[in-house]
């Protein structure tokens, strides 16, 4: 069963069908928009760098092409990570999303190491800082405007789609706005004679980026390695699945993330001698509330239990009889205690419960009154000789 992703839009919910291209569509498009500013700025940077002597303007490009770099890594996983599931891969390609926001957490902590690094290296050649033209101040505000702007509008796609992805490169956009900033504030303190402004504002930017990272990269290492989602969020699915008609307990909760998604199983608990096909209507009631009710949710599997065996997950001291097994010891008792033509029965129905047996036999007529009496007492003495059965129960079909 498939579940929805998130709706695209704050205003309304998309509808199941086709959501997840949406999402993907969504988040290639933004990476897009990225991947042409970048290359734009860039240029425009490496040009009025050379023009003005503005060495830090050029590293700063180059700053800009790693970035651009990064952007088409985030395109990549955004169209492969639609794939369907197939055979090698059957909950899909989530992971993609995963494993490229762990690489751009780690970009970004390289960078802000480097702006550190940068920084110390600078207040010890203060004086090899070269005379700038005024042309590079320009040029570092207007790529400091441009990088803020694409920082607002990725972060935006990524809480719109709820795509961890587009978050870490949202924040390598703002790293970026930050250097910019770092330059702008380089070479407006060196045009007012204060050079020593931009490695101190460095070192403060490049703590900044490095602690953003790590926490981007930690978040994927944590869905990689299938940490659950929080007691909170927890209580909250088990009170959806306890009130839902025909669930008498609940165990076994487990729920992993999968590229903002979340994949979900529970060992659900009903009545123990539901026919298996009204077990199956409560398990797909507890589906349909579940996915309604917490929509990040993408896939959830539900296994029916007649009983909480949470504490009997251990193999029996002697393996239950099969149910040919079962079948062939209820004929063999018929034939006794009814004679050899005695009547097939309509339904043997076998509930497994506590390491015993039950047994429910629906008769098709009634024997005579003798021959009951004598069944009764051989299925008392079989039960007493047979420690692993609890019951035997004979009905009769009164009405087709």
């Not at 990225?34 to 050379?50: C, F, M, R």
């Not at 900033?181 to 303190?189: C, M």
Request: glycine share 8%; aromatic share 4%.
């Amino acid at each position: 069963m498939n579940h929805a992703p998130p709706p695209l839009s704050d205003a309304r919910p998309l509808p199941p069908d086709g959501s997840g291209a949406l999402r993907n569509r969504g988040i290639q498009r933004t990476a897009l928009v990225a991947i042409a500013t970048n290359a734009l700025l860039s240029l425009a940077q490496i040009a009025v760098g050379l023009f003005a002597n503005a060495f830090s303007l050029v590293a700063d490009a180059a700053h800009t092409l790693a970035d651009l770099v990064t952007d088409v890594l985030v395109l990549v996983a955004g169209r492969h990570g639609a794939d369907p599931a197939d055979a090698n891969h059957p909950y899909g390609h989530g992971r993609i999303e995963t494993i490229t926001t762990m690489l751009l957490g780690a970009v970004l902590a390289a960078v802000g190491i480097g702006f550190l690094w940068s920084s110390g290296l600078r207040l010890q050649h203060m004086d090899a800082l070269p005379e700038l033209h005024p042309a590079a101040l320009a040029m570092a505000l207007m790529t400091l405007a441009a990088k803020e702007g694409l920082f607002r509008y990725t972060l935006a796609a990524s809480r719109r789609l709820k795509a961890p992805l587009l978050e870490a490169s949202a924040w390598h956009a703002r790293s970026d706005a930050a250097s910019s900033l770092v330059v702008a504030i380089g070479i407006g303190g060196s045009l007012a004679g204060h050079p020593f402004l931009e490695p101190l504002a460095a070192a403060l930017v490049g703590f900044l980026i490095a602690g953003m990272g790590v926490r981007l990269g930690w978040q994927a290492v944590r869905e990689l390695i299938d940490t659950g989602l929080s007691e909170g969020e927890l209580a909250r699915i088990r009170e959806t699945i306890g009130t839902t008609p025909g669930v008498v307990g609940l165990h076994d909760l487990r729920t992993r993330r999968m590229a903002g998604r979340v994949l979900c199983d529970a060992h659900v608990q009903v009545e123990p001698r539901l026919t298996v096909s009204e077990g199956h209507r409560v398990s797909d009631e507890v589906y349909r509330r579940v996915r309604e009710a917490h929509p990040e949710i993408q896939d959830m599997l539900v296994h029916i239990d007649p009983e909480d065996d949470g504490g009997l997950r251990t193999m029996p001291a002697v393996p239950l009889p099969a149910r040919k097994d079962v079948a062939a010891s209820i004929d063999g008792l018929l034939r006794r205690g009814l004679g050899s033509d005695a009547p097939a029965p309509l339904r043997v129905q076998i509930h497994y419960l506590g390491q015993r047996i039950d047994v429910d036999v629906l008769l098709p007529a009634r024997g005579p009154e003798g021959q009951e009496a004598a069944l009764r007492q051989d299925i008392e003495n079989w039960l007493e000789a047979h420690a692993e059965y609890r019951s035997i129960r004979l009905f009769q079909q009164i009405a087709p």
